[in-house]
């Protein structure tokens, strides 16, 4: 394989493994969590890499998991004890696990492999080169393995929980009356979150992570209302990131991470825009007809109550002084009745159909 | 470790002094308003802004970049504040997706600037986690005029604000537009991260935004006190930290203010009035005079199936009435004259102890 489709492979692997907890992260309203997670994360590496000395170790995940998990384990103590507010909380833990972590870098560990450029931005670029050499065979990056594995932990754990974790996010109290130990699987997705950045602290970084993490899972929620589905798009949009991003660093001679978030905020914005259902480009245009048809019954309303009255009750410049509307406004609205058939030409003004007399005794009706 | 105090370190020491100042005042309101995270995006998204100005003029001036900053920050903040309100994404994610996003964005740019031959020293990588000794006179002149800003603008509007987060519908009946005021106290938000942008960093800038108040918020509950302790508090880990970086070979500022502004949370949290060692010991108390409340009562009820009140009863059968009573709190209750130690494990009520149980009886029932 070559290098880019290597690292494009890598890049799916993380962005499949990060968008399934984060599904359930966005629908939780803890998408933060994952920002406080991806950065303590990195105390629980450095701390193991002073103890063992290698940043190729499966100890180093297992130390930064933990220290993920305690990060969650502190924050929500801080809530329960009332003494900060959900947000504080997690602002707190983070920033002070993070400044000990690059603190302990820049003293005792700068010039090996381990400096504050790979922690932020990680180097996909390298991945490759550090292979999986059994005997003498080539089995692949170190980096493509790591992931692979973790990504499977996750879709395991997803899987097999899938309808305890739906029920869990969306009717808590349901979840815990049915015996479901909500707890347990925040717990265990939280794990998830921790291994997903421990994996990916090598690829993307300790904070880009967090795009892939929360951004494509956004994305889909603003496509689709199921949940299966959705977690079926998030992962199509963060390898579309993938591969859409190693494209575009390449092109432009940057960083690879930082290219996958700039295509997954592209994406977003293209479905906060677009989204045939939720996109506000959609809803301006529903909102816009909602108000046509609103006025347009108004009109046949305000007809009806002048029925048999002078015809100047019935002209443009009347609506315009009684409905206190513009003229090209009251121009579109008269031209909507005309095209629905609630009114009809009558010389110089307009007069209700017997369709629109209808339409405006209904409206009144249900009002 | 040695600690020169020279000229470079007393503009750090006013920059940071100055950052203390500001990040204090705005730590409340950011606290207090419960949208402190929000703090932890707009400095996050400032990075994209300080690349794009440098790009745009390749000109590192703290002016322009900071500019750029304020811009980004600004911009980031408009996004969230769009997807909360016009899409079904909940707060936590407009974050999260305008904090990477803009991120990511700003490292893409931060390593195409690092191509460029003649940026090479552009000094942006500082503004990463942050370096006070990279503050020029300069500097501090375009500092101060932010921070007089904040400082009048917070004077000025005292008691709008005040309103605006301890009762925002009252605010709207005095007349007032609680979304012009929180828009102005975003601008000034965003206003004092950049301030600290330099010294403390984007990542990290965060912590400033919310960790002096939360100290404050625990030793003080009005407003006015809150501020003054949360300033003293942001300054004074400005300051340790400035001195500390300097006095210690390549240890960062940003990350060094941060600690010790941490520090200063975790003394808060377990030694304020408020704090956990406080509420722990009342706790204990409580439990130990509960406990002490119900040896007296359970004497009381065992001895009602006698004729005498006082009779004693073996502390065992305590055991059909939950927990067997310790020694040491039996003994407190005799010092106390409730009971009366009739042989061995034989307890029974004095005279004062049936109407201090009886008491007890009836604040239960």
Known sequence: MSPIIEIILIGCLVATTAAIPGCFLILRKMAMMSDAISHS??????????????????????????????????????????????????????????????????????????DQDTVILGEIAFAPFNRMVWGSIDYGPIAMWVMGIIGLINALFIGCFYKELKIATFDPALASSLGLAPSRLHYGLMACVCMTCVGAFDSVGTILIVALIVTPPATAYLLTRKLSTMILLSIIIGCLCSVLGTILALAIDGSIAGAMCTVAGTLFLLSFLFSPNHGIIHKFYTQK????????????????????????????????????????????????????????????????TPYGIEVAKNAMASS | ?????????????????????????????????????????????????????????????????????????????LFITAIIQKSILKEDTALGVILSVFFGFGTLLLTMIQKIPTARQSGLEEYLFGNAASILKSDITIMSILAILIVGSTLLFWKEFKCLIFDPDFFQTQGFSPRKANF?????????????????????????????????????????????????????????????????????????IVTVISLI????????????????IRKKINQRAIRLDSILSNLYTLAKTHDDLTHPHDINTFNVLGEIPPLYLLQKLESDG????????????????????????????
């Open chain 1, 41 to 114: 994360v990195l105390l629980g590496i450095v701390l193991m890499f002073f103890a063992i000395k290698t940043l190729h170790s499966p100890l180093l995940i297992i130390a930064a998991t933990i220290t993920g998990l305690v990060t969650v384990v502190f924050t929500e103590a801080l809530i329960s004890s009332k003494k900060m507010k959900k947000d504080a909380a997690i602002g707190f833990i983070f920033p002070l696990f993070f400044a000990l972590a690059i603190i302990l870098i820049t003293q005792y560990a700068s010039n090996i492999h381990l």
């Open chain 2, 184 to 256: 102005i106290l975003i601008i000034l938000t965003v206003i004092s991260i950049i301030i600290g942008l330099q010294s403390v960093g984007v990542i990290l800038m965060s912590a400033m935004i919310i960790a002096p108040a939360t100290a404050a918020r625990l030793w003080q509950k009005k407003l006015g006190a809150m501020m003054i302790l949360s300033i003293i508090f942001a300054t004074t880990s400005g300051i340790a930290g400035v001195l500390l970086s300097s006095a210690v070979y390549r240890l960062p500022t940003g990350p060094t």
């Open chain 2, 338 to 365: 409730f009971i009366y130690n009739h042989k061995n494990n034989e307890w029974g009520l004095t005279n004062v102890g049936i109407s201090k149980a009886i008491q007890v009886l009836q604040r239960v029932h």
């Open chain 1, 289 to 352: 007809q909602q108000k046509i048809q609103f006025s347009a019954i108004l009109l046949t309303i305000q007809f009806l109550n002048h029925q048999g009255e002078d015809s100047f009750e019935f002209s443009i410049e009347n609506l315009i002084d009684h409905m206190r509307w513009s003229e090209p406004f009251a121009q579109k609205i008269i031209s909507y009745a005309l095209a629905k058939n609630y009114i009809k030409r009558n010389k110089k003004a307009y007069e209700l």
């Open chain 2, 265 to 280: 949370v975790i003394i808060s949290l377990i030694f304020s009035p408020q704090g956990l060692l406080r509420q722990w």
């Open chain 2, 1 to 77: 470790m040695t600690l020169v105090i020279d000229y470079p370190v007393i503009i750090s020491l006013i920059g940071a002094i100055l950052i203390g100042l500001t990040s204090g005042i705005i730590s409340c309101y950011s606290v207090l308003k419960e949208q402190s995270l929000l703090g932890d995006a707009i400095a996050h998204a400032a990075l994209p802004g300080l690349c794009i100005a440098f790009l745009l003029t390749l000109n590192k001036s703290p002016m322009v970049l900071l500019m750029g900053a304020m811009s980004a920050g600004l911009i980031g903040t």
